[in-house]
T-cell receptor, first 116, second 112 residues
Framework: DSGVTQTPKHLITATGQRVTLRCSPR?????VYWYQQSLDQGLQFLIQ???????AKGNILERFSAQQFPDLHSELNLSSLELGDSALYFC???????????????FGPGTRLTVT | KNQVEQSPQSLIILEGKNCTLQ??????????LRWYKQDTGRGPVSLTI?????NTKSNGRYTATLDADTKQSSLHITASQLSDSASYIC???????????FGTGTRLTVIP
């Protein structure tokens, strides 16, 4: 158990809908990262927050947005969903920030999103 | 262009045998390189993190090497076990930046 929690574990929704994925980082971790992993694809970095502020942006679509709240939990909002958005969405947390640092990233169990 | 390439894409080995996975990168300026193990449907788990000055790092039966001059890394698994069946992902970080660059992984299957 990494100490990172994600809810829900599974989510099934229809095209055009909007969903919110939630992540609670490990106690003491200030950074939260979001990743997307489509079937048989590698991990794609979406976005990172550190202590409530956006720190890095990867391949995140404009239909997707995220935020980190004062209690450090984070939410990833996916809107106007398309079939291609079906994927595993992982959240990870780390103590510090900066890809250039050697802070360990701890991954949550993921949320499996199925868009029908 | 910053890229991370892993080989082979997939690998099948007999239980008890050793194997080596490769990672080549073009990420610059380089900060650190990580190897993760990801079981199917689960989150990745870190195996090793190496900075520029480190050539080798071990974690049990896993040994990672780094050649920063040739921009290559390898992950050697000794005396493989069935539980080693997973995807192994190489991730490279840039100095001073927040972006991480992921390889597509090597899918390892250990058979009895």
């Amino acid at each position: 158990d990494s100490g990172v929690t994600q809810t829900p574990k599974h989510l099934i929704t229809a095209t055009g809908q909007r969903v919110t994925l939630r992540c609670s980082p490990r106690s003491g971790d200030l950074s939260v990262y979001w990743y997307q992993q489509s079937l048989d694809q590698g991990l794609q970095f979406l976005i990172q927050y550190y202590n409530g502020e956006e720190r890095a942006k990867g391949n995140i679509l404009e239909r997707f947005s995220a935020q980190q709240f004062p209690d450090l939990h984070s939410e990833l909002n996916l809107s106007s969903l398309e079939l291609g958005d079906s994927a595993l969405y992982f959240c990870a947390s780390s103590e510090g920030t900066g890809g250039g640092s050697v802070y360990e990233q701890y991954f949550g169990p993921g949320t499996r999103l199925t868009v029908t | 262009k910053n890229q991370v390439e892993q080989s082979p894409q997939s690998l099948i080995i007999l239980e008890g045998k050793n194997c080596t996975l490769q990672c080549n990168y073009t990420v610059s300026p380089f900060s650190n390189l990580r190897w993760y193990k990801q079981d199917t449907g689960r989150g990745p788990v870190s195996l090793t993190i190496m900075t520029f000055s480190e050539n080798t790092k071990s974690n049990g039966r896993y040994t990672a090497t780094l050649d920063a001059d040739t921009k290559q890394s390898s992950l050697h698994i000794t005396a493989s076990q069935l539980s080693d069946s997973a995807s192994y992902i190489c991730v490279v970080s840039q100095t001073g930046a927040n972006n991480l660059f992921f390889g597509t992984g090597t899918r390892l299957t250990v058979i009895p």
